[in-house]
């Protein structure tokens, strides 16, 4: 009962946050999916060499795999993985705690876009619609189902904060604002690192299992 109580208690904070910083997060989220725009334009307008490299890489990729002479070492992708993704939870708080560095939460956010945007194109572009589809489902889908939404959160955390230093120039006030955002950023640091177990044990264990289909 006390589980039920405490979970029901997460879920309307996170509504209430959502709901009180609807625009902040229509805004991030606009910029993300501009970002997958042009990632998939991207692709879509490659020509000739550029679109032949792609399509053979993907292949020889699936080809390693279904040989059975690619080893996957889980730990040492744990280790890059988790590495890579505290590293952008670091460089967002440090940027969204500073004025100058909105542009660069943007930036990323709309870079995070373009990547996700730019994989699925890659892979459908070079599988087709359906081998395509089960190849990003299987390796990037379930993920991202975490790291997206706490993409989302990081940049509006920054974005408030930003808001906050122009809008009051009281360093007591500045100093809670840096404090909720660096509170924000270590609970969204650890379902970074959740999601990253996801990733490298559950997603590639799918995927592989996807292999003979392509």
């Not at 993985?81 to 460089?91: C, Q, R, S």
């Not at 459908?124 to 190849?135: H, V």
């Not at 189902?145 to 906050?164: N, R």
């Amino acid at each position: 009962m006390r589980k039920r109580e405490r979970r029901n208690q997460i879920i309307t904070v996170i509504t209430d946050y959502v709901i009180h910083n609807l625009r902040q997060f229509l805004l991030i989220f606009i910029i993300f999916l501009i970002g997958i725009v042009l990632g998939v334009s991207y692709v879509n307008n490659l020509e000739g060499d550029s679109q032949t490299q792609v399509q053979n890489y993907i292949q020889n990729f699936i080809d390693v795999l279904k040989q059975g002479n690619a080893r996957i070492d889980r730990m040492s992708l744990v280790k890059q993985n988790l590495m890579e993704n505290l590293g952008l939870v670091l460089l967002l708080w440090f940027a969204g705690s500073t004025v100058i560095g909105m542009p660069v939460v943007l930036g990323v956010i709309l870079y995070k876009g373009f990547s996700l945007g730019y994989s699925v194109a890659a892979v459908i572009a070079s599988l087709g619609i359906q081998k395509g589809s089960i190849f990003a489902l299987s390796s990037i889908f379930l993920q991202n189902i975490i790291f997206i939404p706490c993409l989302l959160f990081l940049g509006v955390s920054g974005m408030k904060l930003y808001q906050a230093i122009l809008k009051d120039h009281r360093k007591e006030n500045i100093k809670f604002e840096i404090y909720k955002h660096s509170m924000m950023s270590l609970i969204l640091a650890g379902i970074f690192s959740v999601g990253t177990l996801v990733e490298v044990y559950l997603s590639t264990s799918i995927f592989l299992l996807t292999i003979p289909l392509y």
